[in-house]
C-alpha cells in the first residue's frame, strides 16, 4: 500500500511551471517524502525528498504542507524531456514503495 | 558520475528454468534494493539488503526467489523456478549510509516462456 494519492495524468505546456499534487493524510512525523520520475524504458529516477521543510535541487522544488498531509513537486520549466510519471513516495522503514504515480505529458 | 549496473539487459529463459539476475552497486553503498516492474504496471519492492541481510521483502519474494552479497561487489536476484507469471523488468538500486536518494540501475527485462 503506497499511501500517497496522486492524480492519473496531468499536461503542461513547454517552458511552463508544473504542479504536481500528492496527498498523503496518514503520514507520520519521522515519514520522508520522495520524489522519482520514470522516462519510457528506464529506470525510477530521484528528484527530490524532504521531511518538513520545502526543498529545492537543480532539478525541482518540494514544497510540504505545514500538516505534512500533502505536498507539491513544482517543475520550475517543463521541457519536453520532463514527460514522464513522477512517483510521490511515502518512506517507511528503510524502503520505498510506489504508487501508480502521475503521467506528466508536455505539450511543445 | 557514479551508477548501479545489471546485466543482462535482457534474459528469456523456459518456464521452470533458474534465473540470476546481477546488479553492481555504487561501491560505498550498504544499502540494497531489488524492485520489478511488469509491463504497463506499477514498480513493486521485492526485497531490502542491510549488512549481509535481508532486512525487509514483500509478499511477492516468496521462496522462489533469493538474493546474495556473494563478494562484496554484486548484488544478485536468484528466481529458482521461473513462472510466466515472473516476466517482468527487474530494477535494481543501492543507497549510501545517510542519504535519501536510491539509486537506480537500467534493469533487466525477464521474458519466461
Known amino acids: 500500500d503506497a499511501k500517497t494519492t496522486q492524480p492519473n495524468s496531468m499536461e503542461s505546456n513547454e517552458e511552463e511551471p508544473v504542479h504536481l499534487p500528492c496527498n498523503h493524510s496518514?503520514?507520520?512525523?519521522?515519514?520522508?517524502i520522495h520524489w522519482y520520475r520514470q522516462l519510457p524504458s528506464q529506470g525510477p529516477e530521484y528528484v527530490i525528498h524532504?521531511?518538513?521543510s520545502n526543498v529545492n535541487n537543480r532539478m525541482a522544488s518540494l514544497a510540504i504542507a505545514e500538516d505534512r498531509k500533502s505536498s507539491t513537486l513544482i517543475l520550475h520549466r517543463a521541457t519536453l524531456r520532463d514527460a514522464a510519471v513522477y512517483y510521490c513516495?511515502?518512506?517507511?522503514?528503510?524502503?520505498?514503495?510506489f504508487g501508480a504515480g502521475t503521467i506528466l505529458r508536455v505539450k511543445s | 558520475e557514479p551508477e548501479v549496473t545489471q546485466t543482462p539487459s535482457h534474459q528469456v529463459t523456459q518456464m521452470g528454468q533458474e534465473v540470476i539476475l546481477r546488479c553492481v552497486p555504487i561501491?560505498?553503498?550498504?544499502?540494497f534494493y531489488w524492485y520489478r516492474q511488469i509491463l504497463g504496471q506499477k514498480v513493486e519492492f521485492l526485497v531490502s539488503?542491510?549488512?549481509?541481510?535481508?532486512?525487509?521483502k514483500s509478499e511477492i519474494f516468496d521462496d522462489q526467489f533469493s538474493v546474495e552479497r556473494p563478494d562484496g561487489s554484486n548484488f544478485t536476484l536468484k528466481i529458482r523456478s521461473t513462472k510466466l507469471e515472473d516476466s517482468a523488468m527487474y530494477f535494481c538500486?543501492?543507497?549510501?549510509?545517510?542519504?535519501?536518494?536510491?539509486?537506480f540501475g537500467e534493469g533487466s527485462r525477464l521474458t519466461v516462456l
Open positions: 538500486a543501492s543507497r549510501g549510509q545517510g542519504t535519501g536518494e536510491l539509486f
Open positions: 496518514t503520514i507520520s512525523g519521522t515519514d520522508y
Open positions: 524532504g521531511l518538513t
Open positions: 513516495i511515502r518512506e517507511y522503514g528503510n524502503k520505498l514503495v
Open positions: 561501491s560505498n553503498h550498504l544499502y
Open positions: 539488503f542491510y549488512n549481509n541481510e535481508i532486512s525487509e
